[in-house]
């Protein structure tokens, strides 16, 4: 098989960075303003760049990329915390935030191929090929984390470069030596073979249904258990799980197990077999922490988030209730608990007690045309931004829907957790549903999954109580009715932060009554949804 061609910069002396050398880049380091992080990004984009095209030892340029890992992680992490986790699409700083991150991961994976190219020409840093090849695939790692955190489609390069630089150290015979990376918090110890199955199962966990903080714990788990999995160039014999298969001359994460091409398996029965044991370990009772597991996790949150990631490794994807159909028609979508509210009830929220009255203008608007005109309405919509969305539903089931826009309609954000209603096709009302995920597509689309919450909405005004809450207002909320035949109770749609086991608020529809939350059942960036007793 011939050696990976890797597309770089041509080498050259024109522009030399400020440092040649390993001594200067630390001196260099040393003057760097490191408090400000967006400073500290630029400035190493720049020097690394010039790095890329200058002609430097192969042996000085790994010590230099090696100097430069921690503080271009530091600045890294910095940046991400203005678009991890942020409604889609990316406001204008947001998008520069992400677009300034995947700069420079692409800067220093290309220094690390500069390196790589010259294990694979028989240089003086062959004897350090396993290192070389697992610092370029955690450079692709943390720009994928970067991509899910947004999250977009991963494009078909970053694809192609992970399995060339697999393919390298395969050549190489890298893929099994032991290799340290200080980065990893939870396992130093990895080797080519086990970053790369981490990378693979990280795409394969879904991420973009993650939260941010589980992608994260996902991330540190699978760099302990990334080494569980075996690598061959034929399919294992007798599987305790199905193997993952990549082609290393496509531009995909994996491909199908009939397919034809340069394939590698990737056996799952032992990391499979982890998997369930932890799981069979917190049914009965053990810790999270006991099971190496991290002393952040918590239970029962744990344990679910585990049985998602096993059927999403292990078995081929989770298990659905309602059996899902293609769609093909549309969907209107509302997002924000104002405008919610507003469309629900056709009219603007007011105060309880202060709307009632008519202005001499809604008076005279009755006397001359027997109802008072909309039109005040539909300019307080569009002075606050509202709209209705037209989107087009891709597939469907009895409670949820997979929908898409084009990102060139006008829209609001949407991410995450977040409440919308939407009215699909054929309906008569509007549903509360839950935004369960949102992405965009490689084609220019907004896509988002949604879980419709159950039950008929009705629109109410809520507000705190006692004496902390006297001169409180009362805020847009929802009540959703009892379904026996569901097992669900009646309940009320709160902001977000609001549930307290046992508070009682005051609850406003046709007259003011005091209710007492008891449990809360779903908890999104932007509301609450609770069960409650009347009072």
């Not at 469309?343 to 008076?363: E, V």
């Amino acid at each position: 098989m011939s050696p990976p061609v890797f597309k770089l910069p041509d080498l050259g002396t024109e522009q030399p960075p400020a440092f040649l050398n390993a001594r200067g880049c630390s001196d260099w380091l040393a003057a760097q303003p490191m408090a400000n992080p967006a400073q500290t990004q630029a400035q190493l984009l720049r020097q690394i760049n010039l790095l890329n095209r200058y002609a430097v030892a192969p042996g000085e340029r790994l010590k230099i990329l090696e100097l430069l890992r921690d503080p271009v992680a530091f600045a890294q992490s910095e940046s991400t915390r203005k678009f991890a986790g942020r409604p889609l699409p990316l406001a204008p700083p947001e998008q520069a935030g992400m677009d300034a991150n995947r700069s420079l991961w692409q800067a220093v994976q290309t220094g690390y191929l500069h390196c790589l190219a010259s294990c694979l020409a028989g240089g003086e840093l062959k004897p350090h090929a396993a290192l070389v090849a697992q610092r370029v695939i955690a450079t692709l790692r943390a720009e994928l984390l970067d991509i899910c955190r947004a999250p977009i489609d991963p494009p078909a390069q970053l694809w192609q470069t992970l399995h060339q630089v697999f393919a390298a150290a395969e050549q190489l015979g890298a893929l099994a030596q032991p290799v340290n990376d200080s980065l990893q918090s939870s396992r130093t110890a990895t080797t080519v073979a086990a970053a790369y199955a981490h990378m693979l199962l990280l795409h394969r966990a879904s991420p973009y249904e993650l939260s941010a903080r589980q992608l994260i714990t996902v991330d540190r788990w699978l760099a302990r258990w990334g080494a569980k999995v075996a690598m061959s160039r034929t399919p294992p014999t007798e599987p305790k799980a199905p193997p993952m298969v990549v082609d290393l001359d496509s531009g995909g994460a994996e491909t199908a197990a009939n397919s034809s091409g340069n394939l590698r398996w990737l056996d799952l029965s032992d990391f499979a077999r982890s998997i369930k044991k932890r799981i069979v370990h917190l049914e009965r009772g053990e810790s999270p922490a006991s099971l190496g597991l991290g002393e952040d996790c918590v239970q029962p949150g744990c344990e679910l988030l585990l049985r998602q990631l096993y059927q999403q490794w292990c078995k081929g994807g989770a298990p659905r209730a309602h059996q899902r159909r293609l769609g093909g028609g549309g969907c209107r979508l509302v997002t924000g608990l104002d405008a919610i509210h507003y469309y629900l009830s056709g009219k603007i929220f007011r105060q309880p007690g202060q709307g009632d009255a008519m202005s001499k203008t809604q008076a005279d608007e009755i006397a001359t045309f027997g109802r008072v005109a909309t039109r005040h309405d539909d300019d307080f919509s569009q002075m606050h931004g509202f709209m209705i969305e037209q989107w087009r539903t891709l597939d469907e089931s009895a409670t949820g829907f997979r929908l898409s826009r084009p990102l060139s309609q006008a829209g609001g954000r949407i991410g995450g957790g977040q409440l919308v209603a939407v009215m699909p096709e054929g309906s008569r009302g509007f549903l509360l549903a839950a935004a369960r995920w949102s992405r965009l597509t490689a084609g220019g689309e907004l896509q988002v999954g949604v879980q419709v919450l159950p039950g008929s909405p009705q629109t109410v005004a809520l507000r705190g109580t006692g004496l902390a809450a006297v001169n409180e207002k009362y805020r847009p909320g929802f009540t959703l009715p009892a379904l026996p035949a569901l097992r669900e109770p009646v309940t009320v749609i709160v902001p977000a932060g609001w549930f307290r086991a046992g508070r009682v608020i005051e609850l406003y529809e046709q007259s003011s009554r005091q209710i007492r939350l008891t449990q809360q059942l779903d908890r999104g960036s932007d509301f609450e949804r609770c069960a409650f007793d009347g009072l």
